[in-house]
């Protein structure tokens, strides 16, 4: 089924679904169509990033935001995202898409998008950070929340992860960061989460080194013995 079948399906489904509020998960239930597929004979992994669209639109619509972002021309937009591939999803298998709201800073909202099997197990999981901008500024999330008469709350707490993948996303952002390409002798400029990462790969080798070396003095002592 071509996507845009797919989007109009889902706009129209959302009016007869029940609504959801701010930390309920939208579900959908989709299938791999022959024209997702690749070489591979698998879910293309560009279209997942694709249907995931599909699952952020249900969980708008249901929760009531999407006149709203028309009434004052705001767009919701993808800042940044990763993915997870754990299995594949083969032609013609049912698959269900879970999209929920986990967090948010004063600009960007954090996503959690996992494809399941019908078994229950994870095909992929995503992390996303999106944004809602009009045509000349990016709107805060508090002002967000006010104008969608959505009750003011603070977030859940953000998780250490998310915090060190929206540093990495922005040092990716900055416009003073060179490609390597571009200037080798340069060395990159070291954020506040790629030195965290340096300083756990450290730690990780310090570890497995002591534990060789550990081992090997038992060793020594029982040939000794």
Known sequence: MNLVFRLFWVLMAARFRKPLGLFEPSVLRLRVWLNDLDFNRHMNNGRYLTVMDLGRLDMMARMGTLGGFRKRRWMPVVAAQTISFKR???PLERYELTTRLLC???RFLYLEQVFAKANGKVAARALVRAAIVSKTRS???EELFVALGI???KSPPIPPGIKAWALA???????HSEHPSLNAESPLTETPALAKAHRKAEMKARKKADKQATRGTEEDEQ???
């Open 151 to 153: 009750k003011k709350r």
């Open 88 to 90: 594949s999803l083969t």
């Open 169 to 175: 996303a922005e040092w990716m952002d900055d416009p």
């Open 223 to 225: 040939t000794v013995s």
């Open 139 to 141: 709107v805060k999330t």
């Open 104 to 106: 948010w800073d004063e």
